[in-house]
């Protein structure tokens, strides 16, 4: 029991997590493209290490209880994640720490037990070779679909730590398109203006609704394991993306998909392939983690080096593609400690698609078009 509740905190904060955090993204122009899962897992293993009101702004930022019961979800999690069938769903953590250095042991315990993360050691001055060793990390566990997560100009003598997420996810349709059926049609960025792009076809039973207060129609395309699916949500208005991000801030995904109906639909999607990098520092400052940016952050639960330190990078980078056979998606999220005694003056569509499992865990993409 103790280890399903704490599941489902972890998993009811990632929920709160992804709709925040979406709104805050979803003020810049453009596409919305993101894993929250990803990200929240790196904050979530940087909570472990803080202390006092460091750890409150975790706590608070990131919807979650103690950082114990965080850990003990993720531990579930991940492990969940891990025995998906007919599909392919990896996600992995790592620890890159700077060498002559050590962690605390507790911080050790939980990031290697709970986040199921590797330990390795690293010389970050060397910092060409050291991101070229993260990065094979990111583009093993990615199917090389994330590469060149960390920039060389990223690490330094003074970074102690780098944590980094990474997921991956592959899966076939459990309903194909049929290639034949595929031609160019018209994907309207406004009520006028429209581009030409690759729509695919095919007309069959899915689980289906309209929601008037959403003002949209939403779709559940299934994958090969059927309890994994990807949630279309498309407004009335050509031009009602805007009107519809809103709303969804305060709508509950479960509850409107538990009211789909299984009927015929006659479907028209858009193949796609977005990939996106983000630079977490302004977004996580704004959405109240600004302190573990400054030498104010206490992070002082991490190694046994007397050394004040903080978060001198995050980053996230995704990748999606949609086609007619399936959709495969990729993400990966980092973050660098920088100690500040060494360097102190250093500071290191109309779609709202997520792949969703019948536990409630799911990996959230956002295609703003």
């Known amino acids: 029991m103790a280890n399903e509740t704490a599941e489902f905190q972890v998993l009811e904060s990632n929920r709160q997590f992804t709709t925040n955090f979406y709104n805050l993204l979803a003020e810049r122009p453009g596409n919305v493209f993101f894993s929250p899962i990803s990200v929240h897992a790196v904050l979530s293993m940087s909570y472990q290490g803080a202390k006092g009101t460091t750890a409150e702004k975790f706590a608070s930022t990131l919807k979650v209880p103690a950082a114990a019961d965080v850990a003990?979800?993720?531990?579930?999690?991940?492990?969940?994640?891990?025995?998906?069938?007919?599909?392919?769903?990896?996600?992995?953590?790592?620890?890159?720490?700077?060498?002559?250095?050590?962690?605390?042991?507790?911080?050790?315990?939980?990031?290697i037990k709970d986040f199921l993360s590797d330990v390795q050691v690293l010389n970050f001055a060397e910092n060409e070779a050291a991101a070229a060793r993260i990065n094979a990390w990111v583009e093993e566990n990615t199917k090389e679909k994330i590469k060149n997560l960390i920039n060389k100009n990223d690490l330094s003598a003074s970074t102690r730590l780098v944590l980094v997420n990474a997921i991956y996810f592959k899966g076939s349709w459990m309903h194909k398109f049929n290639k034949e059926l595929t031609r160019t049609g018209a994907f309207y960025i406004n009520d006028i203006d429209s581009v030409g792009v690759q729509m695919m076809h095919t007309k069959r039973r899915f689980y289906y609704t309209i929601d008037e207060t959403l003002g949209a129609q939403i779709l559940a395309l299934p994958y090969s394991n059927e309890d994994l699916s990807m949630l279309i949500i498309l407004p009335y208005e050509k031009n009602g993306i805007a009107e519809l991000e809103k709303k969804l801030t305060s709508a509950n995904l479960t509850e409107i998909t538990q009211r789909m109906k299984h009927i015929e639909v006659n479907v028209t999607l858009p193949k796609f392939k977005i990939e996106q990098t983000i630079d977490l520092k302004h977004s996580l400052t704004q959405f109240g983690l600004g302190e573990i940016f400054s030498p104010a952050a206490n992070f002082s639960g991490m190694i046994t080096a007397n050394e004040e330190l903080y978060v001198g990078k995050a980053i996230h980078k995704a990748f999606i593609e949609v086609n007619e056979e399936g959709a495969e998606a990729a993400a990966a999220t980092a973050d660098d400690c920088s100690s500040n005694i060494s360097n102190p003056s250093s500071c290191n569509c109309y779609n709202y698609n997520y792949i969703n499992t019948n536990d409630g865990c799911s990996t959230t993409v956002i295609n703003k078009c």
């Open 72 to 111: 003990d979800g993720y531990r579930v999690v991940m492990n969940r994640l891990r025995s998906i069938p007919n599909v392919t769903l990896l996600m992995a953590n790592s620890v890159y720490l700077m060498e002559n250095y050590q962690l605390l042991p507790e911080f050790n315990k939980v990031i």
